[in-house]
């Protein structure tokens, strides 16, 4: 009984680390097609519009 519940709560786990994996790929392939079409000048203007909005000193 007590190896059934370890391997089930193994396999949860490594559910859980398959979904965050596959999580983790699927927001960076996104990044990379939303991202790497962007002009540069727009991407920049966002990071300084972002890091005035946290009062983040840039200048």
Same mark, same amino acid.
């Given at each position: ?13 490594? *559910? %859980?680390? #398959?979904?965050?994996?596959? +999580? ?5 392939? @996104?990044?990379? =097609?939303?991202?790497?079409? *962007? %002009?540069? #000048?727009?991407?920049?203007? +966002? ?5 005035? @909005?946290?009062? =983040?000193?840039?200048?």
């Amino acid at each position: 009984m007590t190896t059934l519940a370890s391997v089930k709560k193994s396999s949860g786990t490594l *559910a %859980q680390a #398959a979904g965050s994996i596959i +999580a983790v790929m699927a927001i960076g392939v @996104a990044l990379m =097609f939303v991202a790497g079409h *962007a %002009q540069s #000048a727009t991407l920049h203007d +966002a990071a300084h519009d972002m890091r005035h @909005a946290t009062g =983040f000193p840039c200048h």
